[in-house]
């Protein structure tokens, strides 16, 4: 079965630094791979997504990410921080004949002035 | 830009009690999805409905859990007999067309306080 995992569970930057949130799948085909935010009493927020083609995706709000097969990797990044981006950062993947996303546990982005 | 939305925000209820959490899909989306995440806990797969039947379900999903499309445009998840371990945020989600070629669109989720 697939699974993620995001081996930070805690990130502070400051702010105007880069930010790298570190997420890594385990399956077997090219998996669907997702990025969701979530600030404080609200809903996943979808940041961006790899479905094929381009290895670097661009995202909402300045981020992006680079899907590594070869590492089984797709790390965010972002290259400025800014105090509205402190929110929890789910990574996730989806099998192509599955149905559901698997999430990672979550890394929590605090951003310091 | 279209939303799901979920009613309501918060609910507590007793242990033993049904509960009912509401979900209003995007409109011209296909597929749904209840997903739940208990407090400090990774977000898990409860439910997938297409075409007014379950697609999958989790082992979570056991029958205390039932979904229904009542109509055009709602999509429920019903607790029948709530334990103190259904506490948790419970999402709902959407999208167009078949997995893999559109992302899930989530609600802003229901926090279930089951006492």
């Known amino acids: 079965a697939q699974s993620v995992t995001q081996p930070d569970i805690h990130i502070t930057v400051s702010e105007g630094a880069s930010l ?3 997420c890594n799948y385990s399956y077997g085909a090219t998996p669907y791979l997702f990025w969701y935010v979530q600030s404080p009493g ?3 927020q979808l940041l961006l997504k790899y479905f094929s083609g381009d290895t ?3 995202g909402i709000k300045g981020f992006e990410a680079e899907f590594k097969r070869s590492q089984s990797s797709f790390n965010l990044r972002k290259p400025s921080v800014h105090w509205s981006d402190a929110a929890e950062y789910f990574c996730a993947v989806e099998s192509v004949d599955g149905n559901k996303l698997v999430f990672g546990a979550g890394t929590i982005l605090r951003v310091k002035s | 830009e279209p939303e799901v939305t979920q009613t309501p925000s918060h609910q507590v209820t007793q242990m033993g009690q049904e509960v009912i959490l509401r979900c209003v899909p995007i409109s011209n989306h296909l597929y749904f999805y209840w997903y739940r995440q208990i407090l400090g806990q990774k977000v898990e797969f409860l439910v997938s409905f297409y075409n007014n039947e379950i697609s999958e379900k989790s082992e979570i999903f056991d029958d205390q859990f039932s979904v229904e499309r009542p109509d055009g445009s709602n999509f429920t998840l019903k607790i029948r007999s709530t334990k ?6 419970y999402f709902c989600a959407s999208r167009t067309w078949a997995p893999g070629y559109s992302p899930l669109h989530f609600g802003n989720g229901t926090r279930l306080t089951v006492t």
Do not use: I, T
């Not at chain 2, 103190?84 to 945020?89: G, H, I, K, N, V």
């Open chain 1, 20 to 22: 790298e949130l570190r």
């Open chain 1, 42 to 44: 609200q809903g996943l």
């Open chain 1, 56 to 58: 670097l995706v661009q």
């Open chain 2, 84 to 89: 103190l371990e259904d506490s948790a945020m």
